[in-house]
């Protein structure tokens, strides 16, 4: 048997424009307008077109997911990326609007998937989600053979329809999510300043932004609380953003 050998990178090309839309509700969310700003300083250092979007009703969540789409699809020049950044009160699959109402994350997943958005067909779309899922608080622990099916390696036409996806949830499935009312979210924050001083694949990008958030301790209810991100990817190539 021969010695393994690295893999090849192959990266995603970003020579095209990039675009951002953030839709953030601040109804009851103290310190939201801070982390609008992290993100705004952000997509502006990264070189995206940046839209952004405050109090969103759950209807208008889709509207200007909607929107976007078409932005998209009728931009002038090829599109290398897409960022979708949605800030709310939420639950397990959910996002609560300013109307208190719930929209679906996965129709707002939907709208930009290789099916319905040809100008980012194969292109990264990057999904950050700072939401609670849940409402379990995490105290923080100390340290301490099924059938495969044959897969055919043929190279196709087509593509799936949901590849090309990163979707950066600020908590685990089923907990909470934490905001201070003065600083911001400590995962937008510590995200945004880890994608501007560092360099690397945003999925090493985000291995550091877990680090950091893993070493973090949030007071909530005079207790100390653990979060960390979730990431959960699709992508087929390595996305640099410098």
Known sequence: ??????????????????????????????????????????FHFLKFKSIMKSDPTAEQFLEELNKFQQTIDNWEEPVSCAFVVLMAHGEE??????????????????????????????????????????ENRDLGEELGGD???????????????YTDTLHIYSTVEGYLSYRHDQKGSGFIQTMTEVFITRIASILELMEEVTRRMAETEVIQEGKPRKVNPEILSTLRKKLYLQ
């Open 1 to 42: 048997m021969s010695d393994p050998r690295p893999l090849q990178e192959e990266r995603y090309d970003m020579s095209g424009a990039r675009l951002a839309l953030t839709l953030c509700v601040t109804k009851a969310r103290e310190g939201s307008e801070e982390d609008m700003d992290a993100l705004e300083h952000m």
């Open 93 to 134: 699959g959910l996002l609560k609007g300013e109307d208190e109402k719930m929209v679906r994350l996965e129709d707002l997943f939907e709208v930009l998937n290789n099916k319905n958005c040809k100008g980012l067909r194969g292109k990264p779309k990057v999904y950050i989600i700072q939401a609670c899922r849940g």
């Open 147 to 161: 059938q495969v099916a044959v897969i055919k390696n043929k190279r196709p036409e087509t593509i799936p329809t």
